[in-house]
């Protein structure tokens, strides 16, 4: 039977007029900031351009920040005085503006102008490239553009390297130790997680990303979804005019080869911006898994299993993206992108299983061979219009409007053959196959409004609705009779509406930023199953506060605090209950009971010249966990439950630092603790235990166009749950070399150089203890070379944020 939603509740309608009421600030008495606007010769604004502030007495930098979409910037500072300004973006020569006069009466916006850096140097080339890392007061920013450990690699590779970031055992992001990650993709929220996730971060070549960026305090436009953060994935656009392009190739060998290679093209002018880009990728590599297991009664062992899974992995993807962007005046732009994934990932599994009774003795051998195929064809698109409107003083209010809808598919085909070697039983085959798609529409809209004296708004609405139909269907095949699984056989039904409202207030004074915000989440979700007799239903409000405040003690001094409420509901691939089968004696399946979980989190941050420490505690209330289960003598069930709560406790310390001009060390540790209360199927949760994420980049500028990096990370043992995690980790090394007048760039690099990265863990429950140690092709040499072609002359475009950004995140299966 069909599911019927409510419309969205009253209090969504009231909240309009709340959103769009005036703020006043309190009366205070600040210094005037000076404000103006970037722009090329031909008129159009420039973003992202560096704006610095500097004492007209001695040329001192005091201040810098970057132009925003319509080229408008604000500096403020907290000494009155004269000042200049000066300008810089890639392509263009710097230029220079003022003096200006500082003092609490309006300074006069400024009008800054950019030529083309061809034109002023005379064929004189300045090069500058970022940090690897860039710490900010809310967010850790890493450069994957022009990194030479990102050629030939992957977006998880590049995230497994980041700092604070671990792919566990399942493939399950976690940031700084704890999972219930946000993963959002151009500012879409990516469909899967797990092993899903995964599988989509292998099959986008790093090449293709320019930035990542590492949120552990959210604020309120930000979907409330994700306890743990934001992992922010920005993909790269040219924004430069005329016609251009970049091509890559790379192809690494581990112990099987990988290729990459990709294609974008570009063609701006002053009005349109049209784009496009391809990837190809073929990853063939292997996924093996070595474990035993003691069953338990009693606390007594009743038998034991020793178990192999060879596992080899094909994956074959497609990536694509198109889209035209128009200018219809200084002020408005409409966009339209379309964008898609297809993957192709055959599987091909071989298992040798022996168990022992208590004395030890062999009592059952087999071996199985496990044949997969899955297959994603997924599509998205996304209409965006942009409009801002021209304040007093220099500033400029702004309302962006977007739509999306994606559709996601997926079929699955499974064939598991097992050969019993004794005792002798007949040979069985199990078969399924799993169709699924799931579409996502949403609509969003934000407003931003400066106010006087320092004061921003914030505000916006969103709806979303989600509708997922998947179908499986399993065959049991024994001495050649073939049957119907009734039992493992399924269809699962789920719909969801969720209805937001947000408003953001933060006020800059020279030496103090406060931002308070509020999320209001209204959700409605239901669940049917065809071999289930009742539906799950579920309609709840809830609100989501944060607060910071950034304290200026001095240029190289300053403190901070925020303090947020989040919330992780269950993926739909943790609510699926179909069955996955990775050999004949284990499977996954989901749990449609799962429950929301909601946490709060408070980080207390000192900043001391370039060194950052941050402590900071979360609470967890209905934490959701991974947990196995003993289904019978000898098959286990990997699903999800929920636990009572969790208490996260951390500290962090970041030291970003120019030992010589030619050597950049940055460097990230963060000890942590984390303690699960709760227990499943009578098995108490593990004492939480220290532990502790340390990652290092080494960057190395030889000259001639040479440059180096080597990084390495280290996870320490854990507890997590009823899990035990021994320590592993990887170094990394890469060397690039510019060519070809700056346009090419050949890149080799080497990863996991000693083989630390396999993964060895325990878990412990009262009728189930195991060990295992998972090994992937990670020690793998690369080599990788890119070239760009066309227009010089810059003019950085919007960067395009869409609305179907929570859902996408939680897609299961897809």
Known sequence: ??????????????????LLLPVFPLAAQSLAPVSGMVSAQGGAAIEAATVTLHRATDSVAVKTEFSGADGRFSLLTTQSGRYLVSVVQLGYARAWAGPVEVSTATVPPLTVVLVPSAVQLKGVTV????????????????????????????????????????VGINDNLALRGKEGVLVLLDGKRVPVTGVELAALLRSLPAEQVQTIELITSPPAKYDAQGGAGIIAINLKKDQRLGTNGTTNISYGRGRYGKLNAGLSLNHRNRAFNFYGSYSYTNRNGFQNLAFSRNYLRDARLISSSTQYNARRVDLQSHTWKTGIDYTASPRTTLGVMLSGLGSRLPVEGNNSSTFFDSAN?????????????????????????????????????????????ARYGTDRDLSLTTNYLFPGRAPRLLTSSQDGSLTIQSVKTDYVRPLPDGVRLEAGLKTSWVRSNNDVLFY??????????????????????????YFSVSRTQPKLTVTAGLRAEQTNTAVRQTNSNGNIERHYLQLFPNLSVRRVISETHEIGFSLSRRLDRPTYNQLNPFRFYVDPTSYRAGNPYLQPQTSYKGELTHTLGKLTTSVSYAYTSRPILAVYALENDTLVRSTDTNLENQHYYAFTLTAPLALTKWWQLHADAELFYINFNGSYGGSTTLPGQLGAVLSTNNAFTLGKGWTVDVSGTYHSREQYGFEILRSFGQVAVGVQKSLLAGRGTLRLNGTDLFYTAPVR????????????????????ATVAFSYRFGSNEVTPARKRSTGAEEEKRRAAGQ
Do not use: H
């Open 476 to 501: 049991n095949t024994i001495a050649d009779i073939t049957t119907l699984d009734v039992n493992q056989s399924n269809g699962f039904r789920y719909q969801e509406n969720i209805n937001a409202g």
């Open 361 to 405: 003795q062999p009592t059952l051998g087999f071996v199985s061979r496990n044949e997969s195929l899955l297959r994603t064809p997924n599509v998205a698109g996304n209409l965006t219009f942009r409009r801002t409107f021209p304040l007093d003083s220099g500033r400029t209010a702004e309302l962006t409007a977007d739509a999306d809808v």
């Open 761 to 780: 863990s325990a878990f412990r429950y009262n009728v189930l203890t195991a060990s295992q140690r998972i090994s992937q092709d990670t020690r793998v």
């Open 1 to 18: 039977m069909p599911f019927a939603f409510a419309q969205p509740a009253g209090w969504f309608v009231c909240l309009l007029p709340t």
């Open 127 to 166: 090069t500058a490239q970022k940090p690897l890392f860039e710490r900010l007061p809310d967010r850790t920013i890493v450069n994957v553009e022009n990194s030479s450990l990102a050629s030939g690699n992957t977006a998880l590779d590049v995230l497994s390297r980041a700092p604070g970031v671990t």
